[in-house]
């Protein structure tokens, strides 16, 4: 069982740290990229393969169906299938309020989550509300077995007397949970993924000196009864992995961490204490083929960004690959797996921003560049009349159920995209 889920990634296992990774600057199935135009606005705001097309929806300050303006920073998301409705819940990166919606955590905070409904049949977008209010700087997170989503703070801020750097719950057919889940720990929280043979959540730390954590429930499937936190150690001291290229570590070990919610920064010095390994800004995470997947983005021997891959059942970890410059891979972000198992990298480097694939035999490809630019005109939305091409993407997650749609977000102006085509002809 264990052998035939490593057929994955055995290609991109088996390279050595001095083999050069394959880069395409396009291809893997697909071709291409060419302007394609939005079937909302008329503008040509992304480049894709031919065959694609796209449709945009919840841009900044359009007018939800609960007559709140939407909020801008769009950041990471899930997609949950009901029936003949997709339902995504979507994060917004703000720092202070007011809240943009209720329930609220704190009412002087503006980050949180709107939730955005789709009909995957039609093509076409059909409402939108605010879900969880009064948190902040809600970067990444990751969907749950059961249907929800955590939504993650990358912040370690006390605003207006309440402490913020924990992890929320959010239904994905309506509200929120305000309450955190504090033993899920404090710190710069980026995403989680989960493990569903036994409900645990492996959380990501977005700092320079980062640990990567696993949060063991007390009941699996209810986070709010509490648990145990741990964080990742290689071997027998702490290590540190962040100028390492392609390479397996063997199987690792998780040390507890006793004071999950302190008052000062030092979860990941307490995990390091005990010996757990040092990453380089961890940022995306996602579970797919079995595995785990968490990416850094400026780790690596060229630090341009990390894939490690986790197997939960053994423990085994390594390092699946390495950008060996900017023009490869710059600076990767969110992620997600698709339904035919290969990785889709979110980038929020410099310059032009692409979405790129990673296949199963360790191509890295760009399946869409952020062309949005807006100086021409805005097709009547109330956002900056501004280039915007140099702007991050984020919150990249497949349709669960037939995997022919793809959304992601712009976070500047801040715009949301549904993606569909051809996707059996290559590795995405």
Same mark, same amino acid.
């Given at each position: 069982?264990?052998?035939?889920?490593?057929? &994955? =990634?055995?290609?991109?296992?088996?390279?050595?740290? /001095?083999?050069?990774?394959?880069?395409?600057?396009?291809?893997?199935?697909?071709?291409?990229?060419?302007?394609?135009?939005? $079937?909302?606005?008329?503008?040509?705001?992304?480049?894709?393969?031919?065959?694609?097309?796209?449709?945009?929806?919840?841009?900044?300050?359009?007018?939800?169906? !609960?007559?709140?303006?939407?909020?801008?920073?769009?950041? %990471?998301?899930?997609?949950?299938?009901?029936?003949?409705?997709?339902?995504?819940?979507?994060?917004?990166?703000?720092?202070?309020?007011?809240? =943009?919606?209720?329930?609220?955590?704190?009412?002087? /905070?503006?980050?949180?989550?709107?939730?955005?409904?789709?009909?995957?049949?039609?093509?076409?977008?059909?409402?939108?509300?605010?879900?969880?209010?009064?948190?902040?700087?809600? #970067?990444?997170?990751?969907?749950?077995?059961?249907?929800?989503?955590?939504? #993650?703070?990358?912040?370690?801020?006390?605003?207006?007397?309440?402490?913020?750097?924990?992890? =929320?719950?959010?239904?994905?057919?309506?509200?929120?949970?305000?309450?955190? @889940?504090?033993?899920?720990?404090?710190?710069?929280?980026?995403?989680?993924?989960?493990?569903?043979?036994?409900?645990?959540?492996?959380?990501?730390?977005?700092?320079?000196?980062?640990?990567?954590?696993?949060? +063991?429930?007390?009941?699996?499937?209810?986070?709010?009864?509490?648990?145990?936190?741990?964080?990742?150690?290689?071997?027998?001291?702490? @290590?540190?992995?962040?100028?390492?290229? *392609?390479?397996?570590?063997?199987?690792?070990?998780?040390?507890?961490?006793?004071?999950?919610?302190?008052?000062?920064?030092?979860?990941?010095? $307490?995990?390091?204490?005990?010996?757990?390994?040092?990453?380089?800004?961890? *940022?995306?995470?996602?579970?797919?083929?079995?595995?785990?997947?968490?990416?850094?983005?400026? %780790?690596?021997?060229?630090?341009?960004?990390?894939?490690?891959?986790?197997?939960?059942?053994?423990?085994?970890?390594?390092?699946?690959?390495?950008? &060996?410059?900017? *023009?490869?891979?710059?600076?990767?972000?969110?992620? #997600?797996?698709?339904?035919?198992?290969?990785?889709?990298? #979110?980038? !929020?480097?410099?310059?032009?921003?692409?979405?790129?694939?990673?296949?199963?035999?360790? *191509?890295?490809?760009?399946?869409?560049?952020?062309? +949005?630019?807006?100086?021409?005109?805005?097709?009547?939305?109330?956002?900056?009349?501004?280039?915007?091409?140099?702007?991050?993407?984020?919150?990249?997650?497949?349709?669960?159920?037939?995997?022919?749609?793809?959304?992601?977000?712009?976070?500047?102006?801040?715009?949301?995209?549904?993606?569909?085509?051809?996707?059996?002809?290559?590795?995405?």
């Amino acid at each position: 069982m264990a052998a035939a889920a490593s057929v &994955p =990634f055995q290609a991109l296992a088996a390279r050595t740290a /001095a083999a050069e990774p394959v880069k395409l600057e396009f291809d893997a199935g697909y071709g291409p990229l060419h302007p394609a135009k939005d $079937q909302a606005t008329g503008l040509e705001l992304l480049h894709l393969p031919r065959g694609f097309e796209y449709i945009s929806y919840g841009w900044t300050n359009d007018l939800m169906d !609960d007559g709140v303006r939407t909020p801008g920073s769009h950041d %990471g998301m899930a997609a949950f299938r009901y029936g003949d409705r997709l339902h995504l819940v979507r994060n917004h990166e703000r720092g202070a309020g007011p809240a =943009f919606a209720a329930p609220a955590y704190n009412p002087e /905070a503006g980050g949180g989550t709107t939730t955005l409904v789709f009909d995957p049949d039609a093509g076409q977008w059909l409402e939108s509300y605010g879900s969880l209010g009064g948190t902040m700087r809600n #970067c990444a997170g990751g969907p749950t077995p059961w249907n929800t989503w955590l939504t #993650c703070e990358e912040t370690f801020s006390t605003t207006a007397g309440k402490r913020h750097g924990y992890i =929320f719950e959010v239904a994905s057919r309506g509200k929120g949970n305000p309450e955190p @889940y504090k033993a899920m720990g404090r710190f710069n929280h980026e995403a989680i993924a989960i493990d569903p043979a036994t409900g645990y959540v492996y959380e990501t730390e977005d700092r320079g000196d980062a640990s990567l954590y696993r949060f +063991v429930p007390a009941v699996p499937g209810d986070l709010s009864k509490g648990g145990r936190l741990e964080a990742l150690r290689i071997g027998s001291t702490t @290590y540190d992995t962040r100028l390492d290229g *392609e390479k397996a570590y063997g199987s690792v070990s998780w040390v507890p961490v006793d004071d999950v919610d302190p008052a000062a920064d030092t979860v990941r010095l $307490q995990a390091q204490a005990g010996g757990a390994a040092v990453f380089s800004r961890l *940022e995306g995470a996602w579970y797919g083929n079995d595995r785990i997947y968490v990416i850094t983005t400026d %780790g690596g021997p060229a630090r341009q960004g990390q894939v490690f891959e986790l197997d939960p059942a053994t423990d085994e970890f390594r390092v699946l690959f390495a950008s &060996p410059g900017a *023009e490869v891979l710059n600076a990767p972000d969110n992620m #997600c797996v698709s339904p035919r198992g290969g990785l889709v990298l #979110c980038e !929020d480097g410099s310059g032009t921003e692409y979405v790129h694939g990673l296949t199963t035999d360790g *191509e890295i490809f760009r399946f869409a560049t952020n062309t +949005v630019d807006l100086r021409g005109g805005t097709a009547g939305k109330n956002v900056p009349a501004a280039d915007h091409r140099g702007s991050e993407w984020a919150g990249s997650v497949f349709e669960p159920k037939n995997g022919n749609w793809l959304f992601v977000n712009i976070q500047t102006p801040g715009i949301t995209f549904a993606i569909t085509g051809p996707w059996t002809q290559g590795a995405l």
